[in-house]
């Protein structure tokens, strides 16, 4: 199964967040970025911050196939969420 994602470029102005875009590909967003730096000019980066994230779209097939497959055992939780977790299990020892 192919995996979908979108860009998502969240903005923070003073620090506080401000709104988040998504958008359908990281070519798009980078345009966007770029056009709203000239927009937003040469003391853009004293006020507004930017932080850009590829993110997976869920559809309810694709999250009933994850499901099963993780029930299956054919999928394994590893890399960042499985540390996450093992850390949060050492924290209430």
Do not use: C, P, R
Request: aromatic fraction near 12%.
């Amino acid at each position: 199964m192919k995996i979908e994602t979108v860009a998502e470029i969240t903005v923070f102005y003073k620090g506080k967040y401000l709104t988040s875009l998504i958008f359908d590909k990281k070519e798009t967003a980078e345009k966007i970025f770029q056009g709203f730096m000239v927009l937003l000019g040469e003391n853009a980066s004293e006020l507004y911050t930017f932080q850009a994230d590829i993110k997976e779209v869920y559809t309810d097939e694709s999250i009933a196939s994850e499901i099963s497959g993780f029930a299956e055992g054919k999928f394994e939780l590893k890399g960042s969420i499985l540390d996450m977790i093992l850390d949060i299990d050492k924290s209430e020892n």
